[in-house]
């Protein structure tokens, strides 16, 4: 049952992580060399007054009476008692608290920008849930982040300025036809660090606090342990036994990289590590343009041959008919000779290209599809070569989709009523593990050939054979 919700939660339907997944990988590849996910859990609830007492003392009161007696708030730190329910009781009241009620949530998991990721600067490993922190910078509107930071209406002006992006940063010519030069946003840093790394007195190694600093004001508007966890008591007879934390013990902001360098935990993309060759590239193809442009054809004439009149002509370019000579008019008009492309740049290009491969380690079978020659036997070992390294990356892809889902995982430990399961479902599911210790060791995985696309040929070849 706890699969099938979680299943559920990660579809199109819910977080969508798949969108955020196919961004990320863009992102690794084309540009950054790094991508972020940022996983969190959204709800929006509707106060109202439920009675102050538990099941134990609401057993005591006959159905009957409880109609009517009236309804009477009570301070949320007002505990029921003998002494002080007794009175009331008498009086006809019934203590009611105020409780938030739950209308509409989501777990939500959104792509941000490498540009955004916040990490320490002197990290120097390849899993960033060592990293004394990790955060990003964001922006929100109003709304979203006078629920999500406990801002006061009178913050308003401090907080909210207009979304002023560079240049460099946005694909929009015109940000003014846009509207976006009215717009007023909220920018924040959102920072998640363990704990016990700046705290002696914390015992737990997984405790992790939210730090969140929000542009205009000076003291952070959230200082505060983590929401994404709960605290768990080893014994509740016993206060000195300790205690460990259900739901997350990763950080919200998780990165990917496909590869790692010595020392530095983010390595180049693709597109960055292939720079050098395209600009050759880009060089070669500029030199054969300006080659074209200035080696036009040129023609020449005798001037003891041709009228003078036909000379003025000729040179103005204007003349398409007959040509009158004196004598053979083969010899009176003729063509110079073109500058001819050097022949040795072209297998600059092809060195050029054959670097660029070798650094994506790709050959160009694998990227056209194309027989580009060569035999058999040396295609089958370029795929073996490139079945292993996409092996590798597809490992590292899959843990990194996996650190996500569990994330999901234990916000719905946290928060979900797992609404799709039957009541027969939600019976089984709560026999067969604790809800205090569901993601304790909990292992995750997926099939090994998911991350595998084919197409239908190969489907239906694969099936046959």
Known sequence: GFAKQLNYEISPKR???????????????????????????????????????????????????QGQLAETEVPDEWEPSEENLGPMLQAGQLPMKRSHEVVSDRIVTSRKSPIDGLWPSDFTGSDFNDADFAGYTGK?????????????????????????????????????RAGLADT??????????????????????????????????????????????????????KPDAGHYYIGNTRFPVQFCTLTYITDNPVPPSDSSAGRPQVNDLRRSRRDM????????????FDVNRIDQTIQTMLMKGQWQGMIPTNGDGSRAIGEIARASYPSENLSFDQQAMQDLHDSWQLSPQQISGADQGGTATAANISQQNFATR???????????FLNVCELVAGFMVLYSDFPILTPEEKQAMEGAWDS??????LVFKILPDTQVVLDSEARIKKLVD
């Open 15 to 65: 977080s969508n992580i798949g969108a955020a997944m196919e961004e990320c990988l863009n992102d690794i590849v084309n540009a950054a060399g790094i991508g972020l996910i940022f996983t969190s859990y959204m709800a929006r609830h509707v106060e109202k007054l439920i009675p102050a007492l538990d099941e134990q003392y609401m057993s005591q009161i006959p159905p009957e009476i």
């Open 140 to 176: 929100c509107s109003w709304a979203e982040a006078k629920i999500e930071f406990n801002l006061k209406d009178e913050q308003y002006t401090k907080v909210c300025m207009g979304d002023n992006e560079s240049a460099d940063k946005s694909l929009r010519s015109n940000p003014e």
């Open 184 to 237: 007023k946003r909220v920018k924040f840093d959102d920072i998640y660090y363990w704990r016990y790394r700046v705290d002696p007195d914390e015992k737990s190694l997984d405790c992790i606090w939210r730090i969140v600093y929000i542009e205009g004001l000076t003291e952070p508007a959230i200082h505060e342990p983590w929401k994404g966890q709960q605290k768990v008591p080893r014994d509740p007879a």
């Open 289 to 300: 343009f300006n080659n074209r442009a200035y080696s036009i054809p040129i023609r020449w």
């Open 390 to 400: 996409i092996g590798q990356e597809r490992g590292r892809v899959a843990q990194f």
């Open 436 to 441: 205090k210790q569901i993601t304790k060791d």
